[in-house]
């Protein structure tokens, strides 16, 4: 019988920079694609949902931590350090244990998702709670990795692209093309980064000295979407204080700014701010209407492209894949609120049949 070998081995031959490496991997990849049928109705497209929750740690870091774990182990390392606003540092975690290395990690104070949290811990990774945001995390760990032996895994560092382009790879070959538009959440902005660079590498007559010819005919229109009080690409300059419920793009000054900007201009798409209701509305209604449980930053794809298409911008039966990053088991505190903020209590009631189909208007 035949299992999915995790990205680097189903995609060998499009990741020559880890030509060499030992492979270490939880299978991670081959998530998903699934037709949005709610969703399609409601904005008159093709709407596909890449659920990226189904990955080894819960989010679509493992594509890219398969590769800087690897990459890692190439050339030596016994340890590895990143700035995490929670699904990079248990990604980190968990490879950082596959291969054998220790595993440190700076996340924001009191920011981070409880789910997140529990799997660094859970891992074995030493964690550090900087009196700071993301982005002060990022600045802290770089500089560690610059002194010191270890291995700086944030997408800053190129095998992390690498890996995560993969999914692009994937997406491609469920729907035997690209799509028409593709829809992500931007937080440190790598992600869009590498779904591009996977998007541009796998299309027929590329020109990319030394890359394989890729099988699609066209490339999306790649639309970002960040948190309203976390949007500095929108704005166009960095945010000190950057504030929203999706803890995982809580980023007031991304890394991969630049590559995002390229991204959507090289694709003719956009890059848009979101309100958290927005998120919470369309985390509310993946989980009740399409039966996909996601984190909210993930959702910020979906209320992205409801956003589009309320200012009549989504084309008539386009194809559109949807990344939704992160399971909504990681910060499953958002379920248990109504959307006016009120919490989601069971109703109790004692051991007795007829109370309970009175409870559930059986009878
Ligand atoms: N969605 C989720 C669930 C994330 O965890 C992240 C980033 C993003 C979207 C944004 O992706 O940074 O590549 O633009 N999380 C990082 C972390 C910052 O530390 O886990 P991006």
Redesign the pocket.
Known sequence: AHQWRGVMREYADRLPMLDGAPVITLHEGGTPLIAAEKLSDRVGARVFVKY?GLNPTG???DRGMTTAISMAAKHGAKAVI??????????AAAYATKAGMTCAVL?PDGKIAMG?LSQAIAHGATLLQVEGN?DDCLTVARKLAEVYPVDLV??VNPARIEG?KTASFEIVDALGDAPDIHC???????????YWKGYREYVAGHGIPDVPDGPATKRPQMW?FQAAGSAPIVLGHPIDQPETI?T??R?GN?A?WQQ?EEARDDSGGRIEAVTDQQILEAHRLLSSTEGIF??P??A?SVAGLLQVHAAGGVPDGATIVCTV??HGL?DPDWALKGLDGEPVAPQRIPVDVYGAAVALGLD
């Open positions: 990226e989010s679509f870091k990143c700035a995490s606003t929670g699904n990079t540092s248990a990604s996340v997140k993301f944030n997408s995560q992500l959440p931007v937080g440190n902005a790598g992600n869009i980064t590498a970002g999706a995982a793009i980023i991304p991969s995002a996601v984190e930053a993930s910020a990053t992160g990681k």
